[in-house]
């Protein structure tokens, strides 16, 4: 059963119509296919926040079809792809970044090129190229029936800046930020350990638009109110957030940015 | 087969990856769960309104898995809680108010507290909590097996101030507004008989921001453009609106500000 | 199996609860039904980009049953429609224009007028009488046993302003803008060739707030960064966008505007 689930995740904007078109076109196809809509809020062409988000959210459905969309390249020279995953689920989206996470998370073992028709529209590939290959697979068609096998292990990977660490001190950049104003940041857990962030310390947070003492925390809940709080996310992700507040606001994030937790010495005795 | 609904509210945001993450989670457990999304524009941490809407919505679909998050208090004290209802539903979410008054209105007959692994994430309950009871429950498991049974009487409810009304006058405080503006009020239909308001009286409304003309009407276009309608809404409560206008921006109107109603007297003749 | 299929557009708000309360009664009504979300997002009241939405996109499931609501003048005297088309599919909604253009693009075959309860709330007809009328028509209930018999070519239509051309001008109305800040026009291929616009052309496009210099192009990456791009839009209309950057912003466009598109001529050699 679970090779008729289709997960869809793209920057066209919630309940926005050219999610609507994606569906129409895989309902059109089979309406016994399961649709599950991973998100459709990723920022406008943010091909990386979009490719880490995939990623993680396609490990719970490690045998469905992820059809994956932010494509600011629309029409342009990039390549349309759909892969093939160790686990049995499948790929299908833009080579421009997005699918390079979970190629390697997942284990891409084939994949082959999607054929663009040139007579059709060029602005609008999610509807005409990749949610019917999706469809295609998620009936079970074979993978090599929809392109030209090409080498998997050329997936386009997106660059995540490392962070940089020093004693009490981590400079990493902004993934992005949610709508509770959570910022998400470019660093995981070893690289708070590195740091020497640990649970309990004080610490000063600089954003690119303002600053805020923290602590280190372990939920929102564990910091006074109006204390900004440095967590591992629930992805495994250093994050920052504000109990009851909006710490992305404070602190003027935004994805690319860079944002730097440094522990507060304390107070001399 | 109503056993295998399974709603979903939260305030997460439309198509967000949080809700995507639940959405996940369900299917992942099993594909045939019929997934209904009641809202996920819920104000950021609004328990309140949220409590409200979650009652009304499953009243029409009271054999359903009722899954719930709005949590400002998440990996904090509060109790995650799974109730059996009378007709045969169930509610899963936080103790903090939020399923206060469906299970009220549907009847909680037996509840358990779910255990929380204090190695997790503290972060995302409705992930790593809430939605695999739910799907747990949609799949037909004894509430029993989930976690430890509490008395359902026990279960937080929300408070929602009283109105005050008084001859041709209804004050109240504001529940929430909606997209097209519509101001909804702590008050129902027998408090707008308390008060007087009478279909076809003129009223004058005052809100935390501004004030208008308003008529007591049936729907939006019974009202002169330009003037404000104060009606029964669709769930009976009273509410106020502007016919092709946002009520809400003209009176400054916010969830828990106040909002007054005063019959204006008719010119003397 | 396709009979089965219902879609649904409104103005609603993405995953607001006047949405979840539509997909309510259709689970409550069959859990079997297979809901497509066309929209939710269109513009308040907009009930001609509406039309133009739902136009298009159910042309690729003729033969599901299409509830749209949008519709400002609820409760007041507008019919409320249920017709069948001629590829087996239906439509639900206010005959105010919303169902105009899908009767035409699929054919309205036989229509009711579906009884409107006088003593029910008058805000919600989108709950209270087409979504229970749509379940009706999925479930394979015969149209006339919904309502009252009327004559499909009735239908109210929206007007579409017609565009003007001359040689190298083209002047439309602007019909909607989406989240990319593409601006679609009132104007279709026919128009761009009747005003001579023709792919690698130089113009300028000047909007209700604003203007800029643009190439006609085939896709948003034919042009350098910072022109705009007039483009057949993946709908076959006339449409504005910028690559990377936000047309509509910059043209000051809104929906019911006007919008030139003027050729600019070769710079003398």
Known sequence: VSARVVTLLTDYGPHSEHVGALHAVL??????????????????????F???????????????VHLAVVDP???????????????GGCLVGPDNGLLGPVAV???AVRAVELPVNPGRAATFDGRDV??????????????ERLGTPVNPAGITQVRVPRPA????????????????????????SEDARAAGLVTGLSAEVTGPGGRGAAVVARTFGDAARGLLVVYLDSHGYVAVAENLGDAAARLGARAGGALTVAVTPAPAP
Chains 1, 2, 3 share one sequence.
Request: proline residues 4%; charged residues 20%.
């Open 27 to 48: 309902v059109a196809a089979d309406p016994e296919i399961v649709r599950v809509d991973f998100a459709h809020d990723i920022p406008l062409g943010d091909i990386r």
């Open 50 to 64: 979009g490719a880490v988000v995939l990623a993680r959210l396609a490990l719970g459905l490690a045998q469905a």
């Open 73 to 87: 390249g629309v029409g342009s020279g990039r390549r349309a792809l759909a892969v093939r995953l160790a686990g």
């Open 105 to 107: 998370a997942l284990g």
């Open 130 to 143: 990749f949610a019917p290959a999706a469809a295609r697979l998620a009936r079970g068609e074979d993978l």
């Open 165 to 188: 660490t020093s004693p009490g001190v981590l400079k990493a950049e902004i993934l992005g930020c949610d709508r509770f104003g959570n910022v998400q940041l470019a660093a995981r």
